[in-house]
């Protein structure tokens, strides 16, 4: 099964994400697969394949990492394309209890790797995916898109889920398999 751990936003950001998706999906674009509002989240570790069996031995150890952290503040920057140059991302960037994330990507890491589990070890970055852009965009999307006002409120992100990931060629359906309140 192919597996990753994410933070849920909380209700109010949420709300704002899909209004904000809303917007985005409106203004005059081609090719970007969008995320479905259902599958918005802040992803903190990709696991990857995982073979079922070790399903608890993984769950177990995600319920002790949690144990460690409080629930990170978190605040809308405002949307961003990345990379700079030739974009293929759309996506909300955040800022705020940075070095408790980084943390728990690291050592969430590295007890995966004790347990025999590779993870990707990409290094953290503090965003949700709003779209995977196929093509090159106007430079008129890439400004509207960049002046969206997205509300800068710092909210509590307190809720850790592990997904298992479905690929289909709608795109990916995500299952929470368990979730986790942080302190």
């Known amino acids: 099964m192919r597996l990753f751990v994410a933070l849920e936003a909380p209700t109010e950001t949420l709300t704002k994400l899909q209004d904000a998706l809303m917007y985005l999906q409106g203004l005059k674009h081609k090719d970007i697969n969008w995320v479905k509002p259902e599958n918005l989240h802040l992803t903190v570790n990709f696991i990857g394949e995982v073979a079922e069996h070790r399903l608890p031995e993984l769950k177990a150890l995600l319920a002790r990492q949690v144990q460690r952290f409080t629930a990170p503040s978190l605040r809308a920057e405002g949307i961003e394309l990345f990379p700079h140059r030739f974009p293929r991302l759309i996506w909300l960037k955040l800022s705020g209890d940075d ?4 943390t728990l990507n ?46 800068e409120e710092e909210r509590v992100w307190g809720t850790l889920s592990l997904y298992r990931s479905i690929l289909h060629p709608s795109g990916p359906k995500y299952e929470i398999i368990e979730q986790y309140d942080l302190k």
């Not at 070095?99 to 980084?102: A, C, G, I, M, Y």
């Not at 093509?135 to 969206?148: H, K, L, N, P, V």
Request: aromatic content about 6%; cysteine-free.
């Open 106 to 151: 690291r050592q969430t890491l590295s007890s995966l790797r004790a347990l025999g589990i590779e993870a990707d070890a990409k290094s953290l970055k503090l965003h949700v995916t709003l779209g995977r852009i196929k093509s090159q965009q106007s430079a008129d999307f890439e400004r509207a898109a960049m002046m969206y006002s997205f509300p």
């Open 99 to 102: 070095e408790v994330l980084k």
